[in-house]
């Protein structure tokens, strides 16, 4: 016997302008709601776990310095996969692009710090990371205009390459980016006139603010400019935009420099602000891959990713402490990163289509 009825994805016409907030925040309340089930599941005290995320991470002064401190490369790794998303392009590998700008703007720490004043070497240092992003996308880059070969793909790919790179620097005996004599290998300090200092006894730097308006600057360069208008064009219709005389391949091109650039910032930001060295631990943290997690929660729109950034930093601060305050597995914030980005891409299926129940004969057999 069939069933009465059957369920049908229609496509809307226009969709609800309440839909965009309400589906990222649909997501999180979803993606909380699993966490309570895995809590319990595992005998840990679902309200316990969250207020002490929540004061590690938000309620704290020592928490939100953290929280906003590691939102700083976790918001530019988020932009630098929105921005190429803008074209349906997928830079999946700024994790990659990450190392190598941390790579790159070490080695402008070292070799030019002792011979630069601080207000020239931020600039350079900064400058030279996010070159060495756009250098490490530029095949890709390539590839993807000339040849329309995936860079899903490429990207990702040499992500495995890049942190080879950052490995061999720092357990290679004699390497230019090691630290001498230490017990564990570990990088060479940048000059001072390479970092900047935090804002007081905090883990928040300058770098933060900069950070903050770059992404408003995207917005509007996305938005209001030209440029923006041939990357929607492009976007929404590749056929309309050749008849308009816009040059796809170059466009394409460009992007991805930049999403690459923007990757390879925030590994230079590491450098100016927290790490000040060549760290192998960065391999272990993800911060590339958490970005597209947050460009897909704030649905790729710049100003958006503030917010989604200080989230997913908020969620690994409080997740990072919850071991030294409690016997709390430490993966749930990881868990529940994953979590929203599951319930954000399925959230998207409600954006574009609505749910109908048609109604079926029954017929008795």
């Avoid at 207020?51 to 939100?64: E, P, V």
């Amino acid at each position: 016997m069939r069933a009465p009825f059957r369920l049908v994805f229609e496509q809307r016409s226009e969709t609800p302008k309440y839909l965009a907030a309400v589906v990222p925040i649909a997501s999180v309340v979803a993606a909380l709601f699993i966490g309570v089930i895995f809590l319990f599941a595992t005998g840990y005290s679902p309200w316990e776990t969250y207020s002490n995320m929540f004061q590690d991470g938000f309620a704290s002064s020592t928490g939100i310095t953290d929280t906003l401190g590691m939102s700083t490369v976790l918001i530019c790794t988020a932009v630098a996969a929105a921005f190429a998303f803008q074209m349906n392009l997928y830079n999946i590998g700024g994790e990659g692009q990450l190392y190598m700008g941390m790579l790159a703007s070490t080695w402008a720490g070292l070799a030019l710090g002792p011979h630069l004043p601080t207000f020239v070497m931020i600039p350079v240092v900064m400058i030279i990371g996010a070159l060495a992003g756009a250098l490490w996308i530029l095949i890709p880059a390539y590839v993807r205009s000339r040849l329309g070969t995936s860079e899903i793909v490429t990207t990702l790919l040499l992500t495995y390459v890049a942190a080879n790179f950052i490995n061999h620097y720092i357990y290679t005996s004699g390497s230019y980016f090691r630290a001498p004599n230490t017990m564990f290998p570990q990088g060479r300090l940048v000059a001072d006139s390479a970092r900047l200092d935090p804002f007081g006894t905090t883990n928040l730097y300058p770098t933060f603010f900069f950070v903050v308006l770059l992404a408003l600057f995207l917005y509007w360069l996305v938005k209001k400019t030209e440029y923006g208008y041939k990357i929607q064009v492009i976007s929404d219709s590749p056929r309309a935009a050749k008849y308009a005389g816009i040059n796809a391949n170059r466009t394409t091109l460009s992007v991805m420099l930049i999403s690459g650039a923007l990757a390879g910032l925030g590994g230079a930001m590491l450098i100016v602000g927290p790490v000040g060295r060549l760290d192998p631990g960065i391999t272990a943290l993800g911060y590339g891959y958490a970005g597209i997690v947050i460009a897909a929660l704030a649905r790729n729109n710049f100003s958006a990713i503030i917010v989604s950034g200080i989230l997913f930093a908020g969620l690994r601060t409080g997740g990072e402490k919850l071991q030294i305050s409690t016997d709390t597995p430490i993966h749930i914030g990881v868990m529940l990163q994953g979590a929203i980005l599951l319930f954000a891409l399925g959230g998207e299926a409600f954006r574009r289509y609505r749910i109908k129940t048609i109604r079926t004969k029954v017929v008795a057999q």
